[in-house]
């Protein structure tokens, strides 16, 4: 392995390439970014095309329908740390379909979400297809406010809006042999160009899988929205998972099918570095990255992220009396 420096995740510049990236650079990259001079120190530079745009202006043109008659769920009312604004949470984002970069909201809004269909089956009693109108008035649709922890180290909280993955298990009943469930994002190379050059060797579409027992567990959840409304495209329209308790990119967003299966499925990020993102992939202090430290997490605030505030991180994501039992 050639000597080019890795910069420390604190370094990078407001995280405009994420980790991920970096290490397919490494991986397979390195080569030519050596030919062409370029230090990994530089690749953050890549990124930022669209930071001209205003909260406001991103706010206003990714606004979605508001729900009425909202109730949070007392149990998930509040955590140890202030919400994030609705702003970060809506232009801070990881959607590798529409860019490599955080500032994927713009190019996100090409995803089409008319028409959408969720289908469930594989090892199921009732295989079924939902169209998500209908979906979304099956469930009863609760507010949560739950920590967000993503494996690159930052961290937000955000008052997600949907329901208990358990209500559609309970819905479709997984028969015995089904061990596993397996959740597949929207994919359309026409419409989710991907990272550019890199994505091409990406695994997609993007999967992301559970034990059956961490999908019946109270905290896993399907979100349809955010901050009172319906989820805009960029934060995974119009369904997503949501699994406080486990790093950010176990939760495929845009979720078009979900398969009940036997053994452990492939997914995403675990074929793509198995030591660097664990199937399991819990939220845990004592169990660093390979490239970096878990032992604490920045905020994501506004200002640059060198200027965020820096927690210890909590093990489980703070959600140890909810799922420590599922791994005794
Ligand atoms: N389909 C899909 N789902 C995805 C991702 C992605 O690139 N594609 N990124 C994951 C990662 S790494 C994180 S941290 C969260 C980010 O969600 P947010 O943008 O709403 O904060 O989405 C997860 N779900
Ligand atoms: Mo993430």
Known sequence: MPLIRVPKSWEIPDREITPETVFLNRRRFMTNLIAAGVTAAMLPLAGCKNNAATSKEILDKTATQAYNGLSRNPK???????????????????????????????????????????????????????????????????????????????????????????????????????????????????????AGVFSQFYPWPYTEALRVEEMANDLAFFATGLYGRKLPKQNGAPLRQVIPWKYGFKGAKSIVKIEFVEKQPATFWNTIGPNEYDFEANVNPEKPHPRWSQASERIVGPGNSWSWETRPTLAYNGYGEYVASLYS
């Open 76 to 194: 998930f009312a509040q955590v140890d740390r202030p919400i994030t604004d609705e702003a970060l949470a809506t232009k801070y984002n990881n959607f590798y379909e529409y860019g490599g970069t955080k500032s994927i909201w713009e190019a996100a809004q090409a995803l089409p979400t008319e028409n959408w269909k969720v289908e469930v089956g594989g090892l199921v009693k009732n295989p079924k297809t939902y169209d998500i109108d209908d979906l979304y008035k099956k469930f009863p649709i609760e507010e949560r406010v739950y920590r967000f922890r993503c494996v690159e180290a930052w961290a937000m909280v955000v008052p997600w809006v949907g329901f208990p993955m358990k209500l559609l298990m309970a819905d479709v009943e997984p028969k015995s042999e089904a061990k596993f469930v397996r959740f597949t994002s929207f994919y359309d190379p026409k419409i989710t160009k991907g």
